[in-house]
């Protein structure tokens, strides 16, 4: 085992989530936005967005080094994309893919957007390991399942999955 992954401790979501070719193919994609995003000088987070029947919706990293806009995540980039042209229906039908666990604000506007599923690659916890306790570096340390899970309407949740995959981008990185 990994020793990042020895030092951390259990949690009921920290087992690898099983996931099929289709997810794990659309998890590679956000997983790739992810080392855009590090290549171009920004946090290494990717996203897409795909509707029910396969079409990509949308495609996005985080930006916010490069733009200086805060909220630049690439989920919100993603569901930023989304609006107004893709609707409601459709949204609850689609699943967000991100190399990792969404933060509350990215969840929030998951939330807000009607997305109906998220599939994600690091979680948050493993994740902390890599930044360290730089203050500049730390989240609010509140899961995407608690946002999600105070949504009146369902958004399923699946992650953490293809974690080494996913950790890849952040190695090297936040020591920086």
């Known amino acids: 085992m990994h020793a990042l992954m020895a030092a951390v401790p259990h949690h009921q979501f920290d087992d690898p989530a099983d996931i099929d070719d289709t997810d794990g193919t659309y998890l590679r994609k956000a997983i790739a936005w992810s080392c855009t995003a590090r290549a171009r000088g920004n946090r290494p987070f990717g996203a ?22 805060c909220t630049g995540h690439a989920e919100t980039n993603a569901v930023r994309q989304l609006s107004p042209r893709v609707g409601r229906d459709a949204l609850a039908q689609a699943t967000l893919y991100s190399s990792a666990e969404p933060c509350v604000m990215c969840a929030g506007a998951i939330f807000w957007s009607g997305i109906g599923r998220v599939v994600f690659g690091i979680d948050a916890v493993r994740l902390r390991e890599f930044r360290g306790e730089r203050a500049e570096q730390r989240d609010a340390e509140l899961s995407c399942r608690d946002v999600f899970a105070a949504s009146p309407h369902a958004i399923e949740c699946i992650g953490p999955a293809l974690i080494e995959e996913a950790s890849a981008p952040h190695v090297g990185f936040w020591k920086q």
């Open 48 to 69: 897409i967005v795909v509707g029910a029947d396969g079409e990509l919706l949308a495609e996005a990293y985080c930006n916010a080094t490069e733009t200086g806009d």
